[in-house]
Structure formats: structure tokens, C-alpha cells
């Protein structure tokens, strides 16, 4: 998912008018209760409590979520890949169901496995409420009213709105590269070589913009007598004692579920 993709859900979510801080106690709120209740059945609550939130409240498109979750999925696959393997020398091959000279599959290895996916699965739908009905705007102006350093600030904000410049670069010299014919399957290898050449001066381009943006922009902010901060007036957003009572009672909810499903409420 592209980052622009992820920008335009923010801003078209309903849940944008929210304050910042109402999603953000919600998203940690269940992200907590994702990594430190059992697995069975804590990540299944926070998974549906997510999933209702980002899909039904806030009105997010299931194909924006499936996208976003993408990445972090073959991350979480990865991970318990490396765990499901057992690397060293079986004792016993009776308590194993799959071993090959150091390596080894069993029940022990498959549990902490899925414990570890559904673990990571819940918290990254829990963050995606954030993600998905924020944008970095109302994120970083929330974060100045928590006394972050206006430095850091900056350096976010400035990055950020660079990277959209950027992205509108690439996107125009690759079209303009490929108007030239410059991805065209010919030639030796292919033309795999011509298609290196070709991404090599696009990226040279794009670096050489990119000094020059930043120059232009620092030139801009001494002239404007920047000095710390940027500061704009924020939009006023009421919060609502419905949302936040909510939040309480479904984050207390789903951890106090565990105890009668799971007979604990920690991992």
C-alpha cells in the first residue's frame, strides 16, 4: 500500500473529526491487551473489536485495510517461520513431528509460533485504527500539545510532506522513461541491463531533487525568519465522553473475558 493510499483513508475516514487523543487511547488500550493477555482468546477479541472499528465505525474500505496489512503479514509469516523451526539436536524424535538433521517441527515450536503471529496479527489491527482514520497532520499537532521538542517536530513534519514531492518525481520520470521505451524487453539479457541503467539515473535524479528541494526550502524558512516552529492554529475537536466511556468499557471487557475462557488474564 502506498503511502498517499494510507493519507487519503485518514483523511476520508469519519473518525478524523475525533480527537486525536480518543483513537490513540483506543489503539494502545487494545494494543496492551493484544501483547499481555493469552493468545486464546485475547487476540481473538482484539482482532474483532479491531476489525469492527476500522471497518464498520470508522468506514474504512476493506480493500484499504487488506492492503495496509499486507506487508506487516509477511513480516508476521516470517517470524513464525523462524520460530516453528527448531534448530539443534532432537532428544527424543517421538515428541517432534517433523525432523531433518538439526532442524525440527513440534507441538511446543508450533504453539509459540501462533502465539506469536495471532500475538502480532491483534496488535497491528489494533494500530490501524490509528493509522487508518489519522492523518500525520493531526498526529503531529497532537504531539506538540504534549510538549515533543519543536525540533523533532519539524524534522517529521518537513520529512513527510518531502516525501510526497519525491513520490510525484519518481512517478514522472518513470513515465517519461517508459514513453521512451526505456522498460522495453529488448536487446541482450532481455534488456535487463538497460532497465538497470534506467532505474540508476532515476534514482540519481530523484537524489539530485531532493538536495535541491531542501535547499530551496531552507532558503525559504531563513527568509520567513524561521526559527523553532512552524506553528498553525489547530482545528478545536470536542471530544465525547460516550466514545471514551466505550473505549474504557471495551478494553476492560475484552481483558476481564479471558480470565473465565482462559482461567489467567497474563500470558
Known amino acids: ?27 494502545i ?64 524424535p517421538a515428541t517432534v513431528w517433523w525432523h531433518g538433521g538439526i532442524f525440527s517441527i513440534g507441538p511446543v515450536s508450533a504453539r509459540q509460533a501462533a502465539d506469536l503471529v495471532a500475538h502480532g496479527l491483534a496488535g497491528t489491527l489494533a494500530l490501524m485504527i490509528l493509522a487508518l482514520t489519522t492523518p500525520m497532520v493531526d498526529l503531529l499537532t497532537w504531539m506538540r500539545r504534549l510538549h515533543v521538542p519543536d525540533a523533532l517536530l519539524e524534522i517529521a513534519n518537513l520529512t513527510y510532506r518531502l516525501i510526497f514531492v519525491l513520490l510525484d518525481t519518481v512517478f514522472t520520470a518513470h513515465e517519461a ?66 466514545f471514551k466511556l466505550v473505549t474504557l468499557l471495551v478494553i476492560a471487557g475484552s481483558w476481564a473475558a479471558c480470565w473465565p475462557i482462559a482461567g489467567r488474564l497474563w500470558r
Open 177 to 242: 522513461q517508459k514513453c521512451r521505451l526505456g522498460d522495453a524487453p529488448a536487446g541482450r539479457l532481455n534488456g535487463y541491463r538497460r532497465r538497470f541503467e534506467n532505474t540508476a539515473a532515476l534514482m540519481g535524479s530523484v537524489g539530485v531533487r531532493a538536495w535541491a528541494r531542501s535547499n530551496r526550502l531552507n532558503d525559504g524558512l531563513v527568509n520567513r525568519g524561521f526559527e523553532d516552529a512552524l506553528v498553525t492554529l489547530p482545528v478545536q475537536r470536542s471530544g465525547s465522553w460516550t
Open 29 to 92: 488500550g487494545l494494543i496492551l491487551v493484544a501483547l499481555c493477555t493469552p493468545a486464546w482468546p485475547g487476540t481473538l477479541f482484539v482482532s474483532l473489536i479491531a476489525l469492527a472499528a476500522i471497518l464498520g465505525f470508522a468506514r474504512i474500505r476493506p480493500r484499504a485495510l487488506a492492503q495496509a496489512m499486507a506487508a506487516p503479514i509477511v513480516f508476521l509469516i516470517l517470524g513464525g517461520v523462524s520460530v516453528l523451526v527448531s534448530v539443534g539436536t532432537t532428544k527424543d
Open 1 to 27: 500500500m502506498s503511502i498517499t493510499s494510507l493519507d487519503d483513508a485518514a483523511w476520508d475516514s469519519p473518525w478524523r473529526r475525533r480527537p486525536v487523543g480518543e483513537k490513540v487511547a483506543l489503539s
